[in-house]
Nanobody, 124 residues
């Protein structure tokens, strides 16, 4: 079993930046592909970014490509999401997720483990 805890959410003005962190416990972190998803009020959960077990492969949802960056530190059991040039439409609850595959996926059903979520609010 893997436990995931997100942190770093908050409120920011449009154009600003935030960095989310997600720390894992309960399993070997380097054997878990990680992803970040987000869910705005009244909308479906949306893939934001994913990273392979080693960190050598990353992928991004179209809406965040070029503005967000995912990274991981396997020594610290932590995955990060650096969010730059934030827009009001980035407002959502952000969830980290983990899966025992090598590369992870882009669908929520691809992931076995989930954090509780952290709110990000971007004002105009």
């Amino acid at each position: 079993q893997v436990q995931l805890v997100e942190s770093g959410g908050g409120s920011v003005q449009a154009g600003g930046s935030l960095r989310l962190s997600c720390t894992a416990s309960g399993s070997t972190f380097s054997r878990i592909a990680m992803g970040w998803f987000r869910q705005a009020l009244g909308k479906e959960r949306e893939f934001a970014a994913g990273i392979s077990r080693s960190g050598s492969h990353t992928n991004y949802g179209d809406s965040v490509k070029g503005r967000f960056a995912i990274s991981r530190d396997n020594a610290k059991n932590t995955v990060y999401l650096q969010m730059n040039s934030l827009k009001p439409e980035d407002t959502a609850v952000y969830y980290c997720a983990g899966d025992r595959s090598v590369y992870g996926g882009v669908r929520a059903v691809d992931y076995e483990y989930w954090g509780q979520g952290t709110q990000v609010t971007v004002s105009s």
